[in-house]
């Protein structure tokens, strides 16, 4: 059975930090591309930023350099650095496998 747990999220102050991560157990890690979303209350869930095989990231245009992904194909995990957060990068943010989704971790930021 495929599951991926994320972890780290929680409230912050703007300008402040989060490190995401997501554990993944029954699936074969290494040959999938790690990707994270987010879903904020009223919006369509979107993607945030990737990782392949190769270790080669992606970012949608909004992360600005502010975010950094990265994983461990050793340990089956991968992380999401959140740097310079706003207000608006408040959302559930989900980690996502081939066919496979987290149950999702909140961030919240604000003063």
């Known amino acids: 059975q495929v599951q991926l747990v994320e972890s780290g999220g929680g409230w912050v102050q703007p300008g402040g930090s989060l490190r995401l991560s997501c554990a993944a157990s029954g699936i074969n890690f290494g040959i999938y591309t790690m990707t994270w979303y987010r879903q904020a209350p009223g919006k369509q869930r979107e993607l945030v930023a990737g990782i392949n095989t190769a270790g080669n990231a992606f970012y949608a245009g909004f992360v600005k350099d502010r975010f950094d992904i990265s994983r461990d194909n050793a340990k089956n995990t991968g992380d999401l650095q959140l740097n310079s957060l706003e207000p608006e990068d408040t959302a559930v943010y989900y980690c996502?496998?081939?066919?496979?989704w987290g149950q999702g971790t909140q961030v919240t930021v604000s003063s």
């Open positions: 996502n496998m081939g066919l496979a």
